[in-house]
T-cell receptor, first 115, second 111 residues
Framework: NAGVMQNPRHLVRRRGQEARLRCSPMKGHSHVYWYRQLPEEGLKFMVYLQKENIIDESGMPKERFSAEFPKEGPSILRIQQVVRGDSAAYFC?????????????FGSGTRLTVV | GQNIDQPTEMTATEGAIVQINCTYQTSGFNGLFWYQQHAGEAPTFLSYNVLDGLEEKGRFSSFLSRSKGYSYLLLKELQMKDSASYLCAVSVYNQGGKLIFGQGTELSVKP
C-alpha cells in the first residue's frame, strides 16, 4: 500500500510563473491536508479538502493560492505568479476519516524554490 | 487564539535521556501529537495523547496534562539517529484533522 505521494519532489520556478504541486493520498483516503514549512519554521496549515470539496481554507493566502481535490486524480495546490517568499517545503497528508486520532501520514513534500 | 511553545534547540549525549517540553494554549483542545522530522524529510508520527498521563512506546514516551496545557516527549537511550526536529502539534474540536504545530525543537545528539 503506497503512502502519500507528492510530486515533483523539487520544483524551481522563476518569479511570476505558476507552480502546481500534486498530492495523491493513500488508497482509500478521502481527506487531504496541505501544510507549508518555511525555512527554519514549523509547519503551517493551509487547507483541508475532501473529494470535490474545500472544507477549511483558513490558512491559505487570500491571493494567488488555490487548491482542489477532484473526484478523480490527485489533489493540486496551485500557486500563481510565484514570488520569492513562496519558497518553502509544501507537505500534504491524508486520512480515511475526518478525525485524526492516529496521526496522519505525510508525503515526502515538494520543495519549491523561486528564483 | 492558538499558541504552542517549545524550545528552539536542545543538545544531549548519546545514551542519555532527554525531555522536550511543549506548552499550549488553545480553545477546544482535542489531542496532542508529537512528530519527528529529519532534515529534508517529511514529519513522521511518534505519539498521540488525548487523556492525561504517560503513553510509552519503546524508547519514546509522551506525557500530557490537560489542566496545565503541558506535554513532554521523553527519549531514552539516545542514539545518533535521534538527531532531528521534534514537532508538537494540537488538534481542535470541530476542525477535522487540522493540526496546529509548534516551531519544533532541534535536537542534537552528541557522541
Amino acid at each position: 500500500n503506497a503512502g502519500v505521494m507528492q510530486n515533483p519532489r523539487h520544483l524551481v520556478r522563476r518569479r511570476g510563473q505558476e507552480a502546481r504541486l500534486r498530492c495523491s493520498p493513500m488508497k482509500g483516503h478521502s481527506h487531504v491536508y496541505w501544510y507549508r514549512q518555511l525555512p527554519e519554521e514549523g509547519l503551517k496549515f493551509m487547507v483541508y479538502l475532501q473529494k470535490e470539496n474545500i472544507i477549511d481554507e483558513s490558512g491559505m493566502p487570500k491571493e494567488r493560492f488555490s487548491a482542489e481535490f477532484p473526484k478523480e486524480g490527485p489533489s493540486i495546490l496551485r500557486i500563481q505568479q510565484v514570488v520569492r517568499g513562496d519558497s518553502a517545503a509544501y507537505f500534504c497528508a491524508s486520512s480515511p476519516t475526518e478525525e485524526n486520532n492516529y496521526g496522519y501520514t505525510f508525503g515526502s513534500g515538494t520543495r519549491l524554490t523561486v528564483v | 487564539g492558538q499558541n504552542i511553545d517549545q524550545p528552539t534547540e536542545m543538545t544531549a549525549t548519546e545514551g542519555a535521556i532527554v525531555q522536550i517540553n511543549c506548552t499550549y494554549q488553545t480553545s477546544g483542545f482535542n489531542g496532542l501529537f508529537w512528530y519527528q522530522q529529519h532534515a529534508g524529510e517529511a514529519p513522521t508520527f511518534l505519539s498521540y495523547n488525548v487523556l492525561d498521563g504517560l503513553e510509552e512506546k519503546g524508547r519514546f514516551s509522551s506525557f500530557l496534562s490537560r489542566s496545565k496545557g503541558y506535554s513532554y516527549l521523553l527519549l531514552k537511550e539516545l542514539q545518533m539517529k535521534d538527531s532531528a526536529s521534534y514537532l508538537c502539534a494540537v488538534s481542535v474540536y470541530n476542525q477535522g484533522g487540522k493540526l496546529i504545530f509548534g516551531q519544533g525543537t532541534e535536537l542534537s545528539v552528541k557522541p
